[in-house]
């Protein structure tokens, strides 16, 4: 009699192609999500970058970067050596907030909610025709998250969305933004600071803040929902 097929996923279905506007971040994703469902076993290598790069359709580099940064946060480890490589950690982190688990649907919805609010307000932000004061804020919340240090970094990046609803013109959706916005950032604070995700993010603000001050709509709520998706992908990488 023929055995029942394995259903459990496997590396070469996990490890697909990403979305090359977030790369970095997908690439992150995608290792987590092989690393946490149990494909590889704790000790167990990961394959070589050469061939990580090819099944995710990202360079080296960028696959080297995910690596370095998963390693940071303790969930692989390199090697060197003959039998050197990329290894899981024998003992994965946990969430920070102890005692908080959050499944897919708790994450989905608070993500949901922030892209309707946010890439809305970016949009009608653009749309408007925004005065001198409100300009130089928008200019200066993002010098402030640029400069940011990764300790204020999740404080100054919340008062540059703060600002954008705030450019909106639409009063009542700067709370709901502010509450969404806590909600948010109650499941990043479970998740560690990547630094390639920081410069990657600061691109991303960049795109959004010169879309609107140059009016352009679309450009504004492309380059917030491209923003948004970023993130997306690591708190499910990391939470799910």
């Known amino acids: 009699m023929d055995s029942e097929p394995d259903p459990a996923p496997t590396a070469e279905t996990l490890l697909r192609p990403v979305r ?16 946490r469902l149990g494909v590889l076993a704790p000790g167990e290598s990961l394959p070589p970058e050469r061939e990580l790069a090819v099944r995710l359709g990202v360079s080296r580099d960028t696959v080297r970067e995910a690596i370095k940064s998963l390693a940071d946060a303790g969930y692989l480890q390199s090697r060197r050596g003959r039998y050197g490589g990329t290894f899981l950690a024998e003992q994965l982190p946990t969430p920070r907030a102890a005692g908080v688990r959050l499944d897919r649907a708790d994450i989905d919805d608070a993500l949901r909610l922030r892209e309707i609010l946010e890439v809305g307000a970016a949009r009608m932000a653009a749309g408007r025709s925004l005065g001198e004061v409100e300009a130089a804020t928008l200019r200066n919340r993002l010098a402030d998250v ?7 970094y999740r404080r100054l990046d919340s008062r540059l969305h703060l600002a954008i609803a ?15 916005r806590m909600r948010v950032n109650a499941l990043l604070d479970q998740i560690p600071l990547l630094q390639r ?22 450009a504004a709520a492309d380059a917030m929902c491209a923003h948004l998706a970023g993130s997306a992908a690591l708190l499910h990488g990391f939470l799910d």
């Open 20 to 35: 090359l506007g977030n790369a970095f971040e997908d690439t992150v994703a995608r290792l987590l999500e092989t690393i």
């Open 146 to 152: 640029r400069a940011a240090t990764s300790e204020d």
């Open 166 to 180: 705030e450019a909106a013109g639409s009063p009542s959706l700067v709370p709901l933004v502010a509450e969404n």
């Open 197 to 218: 995700n920081i410069a990657h993010s600061d691109e991303q603000h960049q795109a959004i803040v010169e879309a609107i001050l140059a009016g352009d709509e679309q």
